[in-house]
């Protein structure tokens, strides 16, 4: 079927008893931003429910297991919206890894502790699964970004040892305060994390979240580190160095955060004076309001995390 000139795919992916039945992505051969990747939605059923998520893969490369970057927004972004402003696509344009960016439900994650949180965590768990078994995704080399409410959820995954992450970046998302007893990852996890002091949905020195689906209990996100930097086996404090002030009306200064001492990275963008924004991206992919930070680019930062852990 040719659809405005370009080319409509389609295969279906469903789990559970119907597993081996169909597989249907629904999408444009040619995505009209680029001849560098393929995009199409994917809709498999999880825990009974239909689920979607878009794909996103360089259309040169021979199909085979590859990296897998999951992307998680957050409640007030559209994935459109967030592939168009975010910029990880462009990122990725030399690497073979495939972008998954899933939908949730409601318009926003179950970050909260509770059946929507089992709910969300099945549907990510399939989903990866489908992607490993149909051959496309590498098991090893799957990483997670999570955004907003997206990034608490992400946190909530990453702290569950039924799932093997190989690297975590989180964006204006701290830990849910259930996780701090809780969280027993499969293994050490490499983490990055973004923050703004002056964010008013996730306090930086904890508390609840302002969300308008709730108001989550927030671990500080000094706390967050420190969890995954003792599963890092991390110790003799942290080293903080300053980026470059590129933009000197902005308003804020960048700083990196490193554990010290550990088996694998953990560390935080940490942005003075930043609100609830995207570093380094137009006002489009802002997660909500205050100042932004123009020295990093938040798609870049978590890029140049990735790839040396194999992404």
Known sequence: MIVRGRKLIAFVLVSG????????????????????????RVTIVSDGVPRTAILVQHRRLKQARRPA????????????????TFGFEEMARSSAAILIYPEPLGGHWGDAAGPEARRDSVFIHDLIGKFVARGIAD?????????????????????????HFAGLAVIGASMPADLET????????????????????????????????????????????GLFGKFAGCAGGVTTTI???????????????????????????????????????????????????????SAKLVWDFFRPLGG
């Open 69 to 84: 970057v999951i992307i998680m927004r957050g409640g007030r972004e559209k994935g459109a919206r967030l592939r168009r």
């Open 182 to 225: 809780a969280c027993k990852p499969a293994h050490p996890l490499p983490l990055m994390m973004v923050a703004g002091t002056a964010d008013t949905v996730v306090p930086v020195h904890g508390g609840k979240a302002s969300s308008p689906h709730g108001k989550t209990e927030l671990l500080s996100i000094d706390a967050t580190l």
């Open 243 to 297: 980026f470059p002030n590129k933009d000197l009306h902005d308003g804020t200064r960048a700083y990196l955060d490193r554990l010290n001492n550990c088996a694998i990275p953990v560390e935080a963008v940490r942005i003075e004076g930043g609100g609830r924004a995207l570093p380094g991206l137009s006002s489009e992919a802002g997660l909500g309001h205050g100042l932004a930070n123009g020295d990093v680019n």
């Open 139 to 163: 098991r090893s080399k799957v990483f997670l970004v999570g955004i907003g409410t997206g990034g608490m959820m992400a946190l909530r995954l990453a702290c569950d040892e039924m799932n």
């Open 17 to 40: 008893p119907l597993a081996g039945a169909c597989w249907l992505l629904l999408g444009f051969a040619g995505f009209p931003s680029a001849v560098l990747a393929a995009a199409g």
